[in-house]
């Protein structure tokens, strides 16, 4: 049986960092791309940031990049996510995803993920 499970989210103010981690269990971690989306109230669920198997490929939205960094260590099966500068807009549950597919302009892609996580509540006040 997989298993995502996401660690890390909580409540921060404008301007600080959280770091997401986030653990697999079940699968053959580097057999995936991974990556990390979020979807606010009221809001579809939008791709974040998300990696190839061995990193050598990356994708950030415009809205986060030069913010969050995010990394993987295929030893461990853990995948994490760097938050730096957060903004009341990066209020959101983030997810955790592993999935086969990829996009080059769009990383992995919602509708290619296989496994998701159960989501972790990232809250950024002003």
């Known amino acids: 049986q997989v298993q995502v499970l996401e660690s890390g989210g909580g409540l921060v103010q404008a301007g600080g960092s959280l770091r997401l981690s986030c653990t697999t269990s079940?699968?053959?971690?580097?057999?995936?791309?991974m990556g990390w989306f979020r979807q606010a109230p009221g809001k579809e669920r939008e791709g974040v940031s998300s990696l190839k198997w061995d990193g050598a490929w990356i994708y950030y939205a415009d809205s986060v990049k030069g913010r969050f960094t995010i990394s993987r260590d295929n030893a461990k099966n853990m995948l994490y996510l760097q938050m730096n500068s957060l903004k009341p807009e990066d209020t959101a549950m983030y997810y955790c995803a592993a999935g086969r597919q990829w996009s080059t302009g769009g990383g992995l892609p919602a509708q290619g993920v296989d496994y998701w996580g159960q989501g972790t509540q990232v809250t950024v006040s002003s």
């Open positions: 079940g699968l053959t971690f580097d057999d995936y791309a």
